[in-house]
């Protein structure tokens, strides 16, 4: 019996399931419950989302695609917060917290949050983006969480008039902010904070979220993993799922652990890149567009969108392999997926840009696959 389980579970695991099923639909096996534990395994508490980024279109096909993205069961729909979009070619770039106020009130269930914001004191005081957040939580209770990172030149350098700072200083402001922010959401007398960046006197949040915010910390390095650790209540990450095992989920845990944090509670969430092409011709398409000059050396001290842009000829082919999921059918999808869970992550969060046809597509051919429910 366990063998022909096995053997179930391998077959799921590619495009034998049409054979099965004899329809091209992943939909269409439904397992029972115990063969649903067995299947499910390490990916028992695996999350998928989706990331909307901040470019491409207006803001009500933003909240279209929050709408999408909770009819098929997305977990959360995070927005990118940007002030200029990463590249001139994506030629949008909303205000997210009142785009993400409207994708709550049109949404129920589904959870929205920022992919990140940076309160380090430039662009936002942390006070504001605390209460921001709380005022959402009261409003919709359970429903946000708060992606933070140190920021990017393009969003925050404008509002830095002695110059952009370096990434010590920034992760010490953002260390910073996520204590200040914290302590207004829990603190029920006026109290003062004497930070080095960061000071308040006499200071008191009327307004207090109705849950704890979950806080999704950004990093990418060694480094920043074990602030995350520290700080955060979650990791945020973009990395290969070599990486990620090795070094990023490793020093965020340990880290963790030495403040005495329950790690099993503490999710561990990456980012896919999708690129809805074939990979023979897909690393050209990505160059031509401009989206790998985020991958670009010294991209996050750039202020200028259409600098970026041309930037993205200097990204060799092997690092724009290393960073895009090139997606030509669901199986692209779900192996890149399986790939990430299997390298120890709890969470990930897919890149559609704000185009519903590719979260339905997602929705309809990927999830049912990491669908745990009984029928």
């Known amino acids: 019996m366990q063998n022909l389980l096995w053997q179930i579970q391998r077959s799921l695991k590619t495009k034998q399931l049409d054979e099965i099923t004899k329809v091209n639909n992943y939909s269409a096996f439904i397992p029972n419950e115990k063969m649903i534990h067995y299947l499910s395994g390490c990916l028992a508490h695996l999350k998928i989302s989706v990331n909307l980024g901040e470019g491409y279109n207006d803001p009500m096909r933003f909240v279209e695609c929050t709408s999408v993205a909770e009819k098929y069961g997305f977990d959360t729909v995070w927005f990118g917060d940007h002030l200029l979009p990463w590249i001139h070619n994506q030629n949008k770039s909303a205000f997210a917290w009142s785009v993400m106020a409207s994708a709550l009130e049109r949404t129920k269930n589904v959870k929205i949050g920022p992919i990140v914001t940076s309160p380090i004191g430039g ?22 969480q708060l992606g933070v990172g140190t920021g990017e030149a393009i969003n925050e350098a404008h509002f830095f008039p002695n110059g952009w700072p370096k990434w010590q200083e920034r992760i010490d402001r953002l260390s910073e902010a996520v204590v200040l922010m914290k302590r207004m959401w829990e603190s029920e007398e006026y109290f003062n904070n004497q930070g080095k960046y960061f000071k308040m006197k006499n200071f008191y949040l009327y307004t207090k979220p109705k849950t704890n915010i979950p806080i999704y910390f950004a990093a990418q390095g060694r480094k920043a993993a074990s602030y995350s650790g520290v700080y955060g209540d979650h990791l945020v990450t973009v990395n290969s799922p070599e990486t990620c095992k090795d070094v990023i989920f490793l020093t965020f845990e340990n880290s963790a652990k030495k403040m005495g944090k329950d790690t099993s509670k503490m999710e561990k969430m990456v980012e896919i890149s999708l690129y809805f092409a074939d990979k023979n011709t897909g690393v050209e398409e990505v160059r031509r567009s401009g989206e790998a000059g985020f991958f670009a050396d010294n991209s996050f001290n750039e202020t200028d969108p259409r600098k970026l842009q041309k930037m993205s000829n200097t990204v060799v082919d092997e690092t724009i392999a290393a960073n895009f999921c090139f997606v030509s059918s669901p199986d692209d999808i779900i192996q890149a997926i399986e790939k990430y869970s299997d390298a120890g992550a709890t969470h990930v969060e897919l890149v559609t840009h704000s185009y519903p046809n590719r979260i339905e597509y997602i929705g309809q051919k990927v999830l049912p696959y990491f669908n745990k429910k009984a029928p």
């Open 123 to 144: 662009r936002y005081h942390p006070a504001i983006i605390g209460q921001a957040a709380a005022t959402l939580d009261n409003m919709y209770p359970g429903r946000f």
